[in-house]
């Protein structure tokens, strides 16, 4: 609805899946994944809740189908947001902190190796989130600088940078490949 | 770790493609914005339409007002140098601002050179009339493009025209043969690698908002549909009679720019709009427009 969507379906078109930009609840039953794009997470939650969207996304998650948070998203999704009574959707088992590494002038890029998925990652840090806690569940994919910046549990991924900025295709073909094994 | 990097400074702008960007001039204003789903606010000390009133000179806000609202809101915060003044730009950058308008809605400081956009770990965003404009600023390093528009007068007239020439001007680039884009160049202004680069994506390698005379939810609507990648709103907001109710109006039919019923509910009883300028009636010297080179 808000944020950096264009990159995201170029990144999935990319690795040859279809990518379908969800602006009403009622599409949602249609994909197999969701990804909640970089943005602005207060803009995005108020236009959640201006569209009913908020239950269907807990749905979408307890169906087991793959969602993944990048940045705002990661907020989004997270069970906690430090110095906020209530979560977003709530739905992955984290604890995040908003804005955690400074304001723009402190948003950088930098090498990170990712469990599993890839190493020397160029990974783009904008005004960024980072996990402060991950429930047991959880499984800790990367950190920098001893801060974790991307995590799993179970069908829900999310990190704290934006795969959709760069050329490098390799996170997004990996939750591809999550939402496949939920389909076969 | 590398900071202020061109992905770092053009991905910020990215992040706030599809949102509405507020002028406000204090916390309790920024505050509004924010819970109505703004993507960033603008602080100033004077929102474009009473700058067009109080005339004089325009400088960069108050130190203190900029900081006030910085430390009202969670969404990011941008404010306004005037044309070419290093040191208002280092300032605002030192404070920890982050994205500078390099705006003609200041006086402009310097009558023949723009910031050297590049020397800065902030990130800046220019207004452009065309892509001459357009890629001049880029070519100094702004990360983010707007439309001039005509600034404080609540009539959108401007900022449609500069947003219909610059798509104009890119599609002409795209169709055009590789031998033509150095003569392009010539004609345009604009640095001639940065136009092969335009021709090859289709598009500029920035976002572009829409700014200069949005006073209606269905203005800002009318702007995405023309091809805007988002949209500030400066003095149409809390000139209006009922701000909280205004904001929201804006930045839903910007998200839902081509839901006309949505849009019709959204503009229901909004009160009275700003009263608008007539662009002829300006006097040359007062089109802001005209400011930048």
Known sequence: ?184 | MKIGTERVKRGMAEMQKGGVIMDVVNAEQAKIAEEAGAVAVMALERVPSDIRAAGGVARMADPRIVEEVMNAVTIPVMAKARIGHIVEARVLEAMGVDYIDESEVLTPADEEYHLNKRDYTVPFVCGCRDLGEAARRIGEGASMLRTKGEPGTGNIVEAVRHMRKVNAQVRKLVNMNADEVMTEAKLLGAPYELLLEIKELGRLPVVNFAAGGVATPADAALMMELGADGVFVGSGIFKSDNPAKFARAIVEATTHYQDYKLIAELSKELGTPMKGIEISTLAPEARMQERGW
């Open chain 1, 1 to 184: 609805m808000q944020g950096a969507v264009r990159e995201h379906v170029q990144a999935i078109e990319a690795c040859g899946a279809e990518a379908v930009v969800i602006k009403k609840k009622e599409q949602l039953a249609n994909v197999d994944g969701l990804v909640m794009p970089g943005g602005e997470s207060t803009a995005i939650r108020r236009l959640i809740d201006k569209y009913d969207f908020m239950n269907e996304l807990k749905e979408f998650a307890q169906a087991g189908k793959p969602m993944f948070g990048t940045c705002a998203g990661l907020i989004l999704l997270a069970r906690n947001v430090v110095g906020y009574d209530e979560p977003h959707i709530g739905v992955m088992d984290v604890t995040v902190e908003r804005n955690s590494f400074g304001r723009q002038r402190e948003s950088f890029e930098a090498n990170l190796t990712i469990s599993g998925i890839a190493e020397n990652y160029n990974a783009v840090f904008i005004r960024a989130p980072h996990i402060v806690n991950a429930g047991e569940n959880v499984e800790i994919l990367a950190k920098h600088h001893e801060r974790i910046v991307m995590a799993r549990e179970g069908n829900l991924l999310g990190c704290s940078f934006h795969p959709e900025l760069t050329e490098d295709y390799r996170i997004t073909a990996y939750f591809i490949e999550m939402i496949k094994e939920t389909i076969v």
